[in-house]
């Protein structure tokens, strides 16, 4: 199992795309993994013949396990000879730092993760450290949807609103018996998970009561990290969220006019460059912006590293430019492209999801007007982007036709505090409403 | 060592004979001290075989008495009469075949029989002393396994002469029907001897001690056992306690304090006393050893250890604090159990309360689980649904119309509690509800279930809808 990064202590083989006595090349892709931080298709290192594979998909095991043998071109594969890794799927993950500032979260505040209601401002002192280290995995994925039990056990499930496969069975081949759900009935843990589950899930957890003809599948190791991570930045920001409208239309005047441009330098010209770039700019002026909580401590980051929220198949990843504040526009739409692609394409080096300092994420991709997206910790804002459109807008009393766009900024009323926000948000919206051309 | 094996199993009684093999099966070699001429042990020899055997005889009567009922010609139902002799040569065919059987599969399994008595000496090891004189060492790496079951137990004050006064062991191959017998006690034994010698042409009466018949079983069930039976002509005395029995060259006399308290002389040809089984370990040399004793059974865990390491026990001899039953398919499911743990497979406790009882008077009677009474006494919300076999096509096809299947549920998740059924084919319908317990099913599942018809088991599915409200056919 390689090293995907230095926080990264585990990883789920998903998928293995050769199998024993495949011949491989090297740096051709030989299996799939998923860690806390990323999805990759790992090459093989060497090329030859897979002698054997000792990790099944879907399991987990540290890093720098071995995972498979690789041997000579034109040998037979001997299972027997090949050393036995232990299995240690179930060694819980712990945080690397004492306050979870490594946390680096991947997933964020996605098109559909807009959350209905700004928390209060005013529940701040409490928990002033990040989360504290936890158990970040316990890849229990059941690899069967339906569960061994009873109509009895099934009627008492439903009556108690009992998620069946949240309980161990002691019956044959694992079947739920009725004693089995009413213990966990008793011992109150179907109120609160147990404690092998992640500590970032929801305290509540209400079970669902199956309908005829529902299907259940079980989480992938991502909607896991994502919905751990979600819950976590929940949990430990004070959200509040600031709407601007933004006139887009200068910027749409340039973009007509670089475009081409842009495309002979292999580069595209976006919206999302140019907001990038006025957001690069404004955080180097508002130090707050760029910012994250360790424990009693500020930590003003002096690097930009702007998130960029990426809609995959069946999740979302958060690949990073890293220094962002040291491109200039056609330097960022040429890395917001790069890693954009090369996550769509399950190519991120891990690194690359990793110490972002300020995310921006794009529901309006999708035609939300607006979207209140959950802060990627360890940050303390995020930025979504309505859809840009042409709308009626008042100019100077005449109603005129403008493209037009909000932008709300979700944020941390910790470390934030709303004039701080609005200031920020009031400069953004200037610098793209007078966007200097020759800045592209 | 010649005389070591992994597992050495004393008794080859139905918990023992099936350890055996499953442990032979598991790839174990497996030696069984049995010091009876024949493996089986009292299920076989004395028994559920001899005993089920004499009641298919006295079904053969009752056909063969109703003859012109039946529409049989040929026949003169008044002046049919039992053959005991024949009768004993049958049935000692059917024992004598099914013993064989066991050796057989001895032999297919390479289990030794090692013919003599078996006492512990310490560690692992036994010394048998051989039928054949002489004494030989055996010693088991892996496991003993006492299963050295039970006899048959009297009571203070009633001495049982084996000619006289009586035990099933005797009642099994009596050489003649007696006139008359009495029987002590109304448990399965009892009744099941006062049904056959109903049947034969004796005169019956069942003395019990308790209430009702048949104590152990739904109350439902004993009233109607009891129904029947003084239809049959069968004399019923219960809350009735022998308070003492002479025998003498004609016969027995007893007193019988009755219910009211008043007391009586009767006398019989026979006493059978059906009172109780009690363990079998004398000259085990168990409490040499330590192993833990409770009133003389061996005190076992759920896995069937003792106190001892490297010796388990299993079936009639052993006590498990919880309810424990002295039946042939418990000892053989327990040895099975202890078997595979030997083997080192995964193995679970097994539930007592889904194991089915059965009762081979006429009527039958087949049960599992808890009664209404026990349901109500553990705090359920019970529902009960009955259905009479009187109201079943193939039940009057059989002319045997007495008798019920009784449903006990819960109502909060309709849970089947217990399952009562007295009647006709009782002890096999009993099956359909020991899968429905084991497998956790609903009231409403067993509705749902289609049962053939015309069956027997139409009942089953009927007593379910009674149960929920009304049955369809009644």
């Known amino acids: 199992m390689p090293q995907m990064g230095e926080s990264i202590a585990e990883g789920t083989i998903v998928r293995w795309i050769k199998k024993v006595g495949d011949s491989v090349d090297r740096d051709e892709p030989l299996f799939e993994i998923s860690t806390d931080k990323v999805d990759a298709e790992i090459p093989s290192p060497a090329a030859g013949v897979l002698m054997a594979i000792n990790v099944k998909e879907g399991e987990t095991v540290p890093v720098n396990s071995v995972v498979a043998t690789i041997g000579a071109a034109g040998e037979k594969p001997q299972a027997t000879e090949v050393p036995k890794v232990p299995e240690v799927p179930k060694v819980p993950k712990v945080g690397a730092g004492g306050n979870g500032s490594k946390h680096s979260a991947q997933a964020d505040g996605t098109p559909g993760a807009t959350v209905a209601a700004p928390a209060p401002p005013s529940t701040t002192s409490a928990a002033p450290t990040a989360p504290a280290p936890q158990a970040l995995q316990a890849p229990e994925a059941p690899d069967s949807e339906r569960h061994k039990s009873s109509p009895l056990v099934r009627k008492i499930a439903k009556e108690h609103n009992v998620d069946i496969g949240q309980i161990q069975g002691s019956g044959i081949g694992g079947r739920v018996t009725k004693q089995d759900i009413l213990g966990f009935i008793d011992s109150g843990a179907s109120a609160a998970p147990a404690s092998a589950r992640p500590a970032s899930e929801p305290v509540a957890n209400i079970p669902v009561a199956r309908g005829v003809g529902a299907t259940v599948t079980p989480m992938s190791v991502m909607r896991k990290k994502i919905a751990e991570h979600m819950v976590l930045s929940q949990r430990t920001s004070a959200h509040v969220y600031s709407v601007f409208e933004v006139n887009y239309s200068k910027v749409d005047q340039i973009r007509k006019a670089k475009k081409d441009d842009y495309e002979r330098a292999g580069a595209k010209l976006t919206y999302t460059s140019f907001i990038a770039k006025v957001i690069v700019d404004c955080l180097r002026r508002h130090k707050t912006i760029n910012a994250s909580i360790d424990g009693d401590n500020i930590v003003y980051h002096n690097e930009i590293n702007l998130g960029i929220a990426v809609a995959l198949e069946n999740g979302l990843i958060v690949p990073v430019v890293k220094a962002a504040g040291e491109k200039n526009t056609l330097g960022l739409s040429r890395a917001i492209q790069d890693i954009a692609d090369r996550a769509r394409a399950k190519k991120l080096n891990p690194e690359e999801v990793h110490g972002g300092t300020f995310t921006i994420t794009n529901p309006g991709n999708f035609g939300a007007q607006f979207g209140l997206p959950i802060i990627n910790q360890p940050q303390v804002a995020i930025l979504g982007v309505g859809t840009i459109e042409k709308r009626a807008v008042v100019i100077e009393d005449a109603i005129g036709i403008r493209t037009m766009g909000y932008l709300t900024l979700g944020y941390d009323h910790r470390l934030v505090d709303g004039a701080v926000a609005d200031q920020f948000m009031a400069d953004v919206k200037k610098g793209i409403e007078n966007f200097d051309p020759s800045q592209v | ?474």
């Open chain 2, 1 to 474: 060592m010649a005389n070591e094996y992994d597992v050495v199993v004393i008794g080859a009684g139905t918990g023992g004979y099936v350890a055996a093999i499953r442990a032979a099966q598991l790839g174990l070699k497996v030696a069984v001290v049995e010091k009876q001429k024949a493996l089986g042990g009292t299920c076989l020899i004395w028994g559920c075989i001899p005993t089920k055997a004499l009641l298919e005889h006295a079904h053969a009567l009752k056909v063969a008495q109703s003859a012109k009922e039946w529409g049989l010609t040929g026949i003169d139902g008044a002046a049919v009469s039992i053959d005991m002799p024949a009768v004993h040569a049958r049935k000692d065919k059917i024992v004598s075949g099914l013993t064989g059987g066991i050796e057989m599969l001895f032999k297919k399994n390479k289990i030794e029989w090692i013919k003599g008595t078996a006492r512990l000496t310490g560690g692992l090891s036994l010394e048998v002393t051989l039928n054949d004189g002489g004494k030989q060492t055996v010693s088991a790496t892996k496991e003993i396994i006492v299963a050295t079951g039970s006899s048959p137990r009297s009571v203070p004050g009633i001495d049982v002469d084996r000619k006289k006064i009586i035990f099933s062991d005797e009642a099994i191959h009596l050489p003649s029907v007696p006139k008359s017998i009495a029987i002590m006690g109304s448990g399965a034994v009892g009744v099941e001897f006062a049904s056959i010698f109903k049947s034969y042409g004796s005169e019956v009466t069942v003395i019990e001690l308790l209430p009702r018949l048949v104590p152990g079983e739904d109350e439902a069930v004993s009233t109607e056992l009891e129904r029947a039976f003084k239809k049959r002509g069968i004399k019923v005395m219960t809350g009735s306690k022998v308070t003492s029995a002479k025998a003498g060259g004609k016969g027995v006399d007893i007193e019988v304090a009755g219910a009211d308290g008043k007391s009586q002389k009767l006398s019989y040809d026979l006493l059978l006393v059906a009172t109780g089984r009690g363990p079998v370990t004398e000259g085990l040399g168990a409490e040499k050893l330590g192993l833990k004793m409770d009133r003389g059974y061996v005190v076992v865990d759920q896995l069937f250890r003792t106190n001892v390491p490297g010796i388990s026990a299993i079936g009639d001899v052993i006590t498990m604090g919880g309810p424990h039953y002295q039946l042939a398919h418990v000892s053989s499911m327990e040895g099975i159990i202890l078997a595979e743990r030997i083997a080192g497979h995964a193995v679970q406790p097994i539930n007592y309360d889904h194991v089915p009882r059965c009762t081979y008077t006429e009527p039958e009677i087949g049960s599992v689980g808890l009664t209404e009474a026990q349901a109500k006494a553990q705090g359920h919300e019970v529902r009960v649904g009955s259905f009479p076999f009187r109201a079943l096509a193939r039940a009057r096809m059989a002319g045997e119309t007495d008798g019920f299947v009784k449903i006990v549920a819960e109502k909060k998740y309709d849970e089947i509690l217990g399952v009562h059924i007295i009647g006709p084919r009782a002890t096999e319908l009993v099956a359909e509800a020991v899968m429905a317990l084991r497998m956790e099913v609903t009231v409403e599942e067993l509705i749902k279930t289609i049962h053939a018809h015309p069956t027997m088991s139409e009942a089953v599915g009927e007593a379910s809808h009674a149960a929920h409200g009304a049955a369809i056919h009644i």
